[in-house]
């Protein structure tokens, strides 16, 4: 089978994305200090990418499992979508 | 305000939810059942198994109407380096009769049919509403807010999930830490059932549970599994959240791999695929347990912690049900006595001790600290594939005995049968 990229992955989910919110933020000064950037590799759905050294993220893809907020109390500030929003899981 | 109060609020339509919701709505109590995803399940994933034994207690015979995909039929436990494996695989008839012994299910078309049985009993079901907090009264619990609401009961209970946020604002436990979580992923791939039941070498409906240890995980604790759907494959990784953290490999990339291995490859050939999901898993046991009530409030399912994981098998949805009858039971209990205090409330830990929860979670106490162990998922699967390709390889050198070939195998590997045994003993004594 073709191996797929993670942006194709997540292309085969269904969400409902929140154009005017978002759940997860970033602190970006302790993103900066940060030296191991650990979020980079811990997200299944690869949301958080590095860019020039620096932090790129989107929470639009979010499989809401957590894992980030679980890794760095410190700088991601993690809630659920408000009601109605974020990924539909038609299998799960 | 109070004629708006509820018996209960019930915090996620999950298995543990929308149980504790149904058994009180079927005694006649006022419940309010609250989800956040659109339908009930449409925030949920798991590997892909539901042992029967507690959800059948409740509504017996519940395969004839619930939505399920493939009553397990065959057990496999695999061990993988990159070019081997070794598989030991279990079948047994009697699973597939009365009262099947476990259900390969999709939680998108169970949960919401879950819910569906506490709707018809009469809960009051609310979907797409996220619950920001709980109401606290001095240092009782006496409701939830969710935006501008403000909902009130004489107790809640927590079953919002593994990633329970309602759990700390709760002051049930602490934030949870990396290690006492594993991040499970995976993916859905279709295909047709009679390539299905080719591939598997199954009859009919039925199915099979797989799971994985060794190079799929690259050395961090955890283990990949394979589930048969009707039409499909649930195929994924789940990895402790610190071992995540600390390497540095991409989870995404690592189940790509996964689905290109030898073993796995052939499997999954030519198949579609539908759906990525990810979910955590609380895997700590008893150690990360919460508290599992306070004052107007009880915690159930993923959310108290009651997962439990021995390697060659998982257990969180029967668990997660039986906590919610525990749960149910203790409120129904309450209410009789009318006092939901935490002293009210604390014989749900005897609940629990009868629906064999915690007997379980107490029994199985030191798993999470022996599967802390890197030989488990780099030495051992190693150490089996290699005895297995020296009994089967033949070739033009002298051969030793078997004795032999296990002694090099171990060397090679640098185990000392100390260590072995060791590991053997310490295994037995806990899983």
Known sequence: MKRLTVEEMLAFNKYVVDDEANHITLNRELCAACQNKACVYVCPAGLYTLKDGEINFDDAGCLECGTCRVICPQAISWQYPRGSFGVIYRYG | ???????????????????????????????????????????????????????????????EEAPLERPVAREIITLMDDEKSVSVTYRDENWLHPPYHSWVLLRADFDAWLASKAEEAGALLACNILVDDVVWDGDRIVGIQAGDDQLLADVVICADGANSLLTEKAGLRNRLLPHQVATGFKQVIELPPETINQRFQLNGSEGVAQLFAGSCTRGMQGGGFLYTNKNSISLGLVIKSSDLQHNQYYPAELLEDFKAHPTIAPLVADGREAEYSAHLVPEAGL?????????????????????????????????????????????????????????GLSIYQQFLQETAVLTAMETYRQAPRFLDNRRLYEVYPALATGLLSRMFTVDETSPVHLMTKALNELKKNEMGLTRLIGDAWKGGRSL
């Open chain 2, 287 to 343: 150690e990360m347990a919460p508290r599992l009530f306070g004052s107007g409030i009880l915690a159930a399912g993923d959310a108290a912690g009651l997962v439990i994981n021995l390697g060659y098998l998982v257990r969180g949805m029967d668990l997660a049900i039986a906590s919610g009858e525990a749960a149910a039971r203790t409120v129904i209990q309450a209410r009789t006595n009318n006092d939901f205090s935490a002293e």
């Open chain 2, 1 to 63: 305000m109070a004629e708006d109060k509820f018996t209960a609020i019930v915090v996620g339509a999950g298995p543990a939810g929308s149980t504790a919701a149904y058994l009180l709505a079927r005694e006649g109590l006022d419940v309010l059942l609250i989800e956040k995803g659109d339908t009930p399940g449409s925030k949920n994933m798991f590997g892909g198994r539901m042992y029967s034994y507690a959800l059948n207690r409740i509504m017996p015979d519940f395969w």
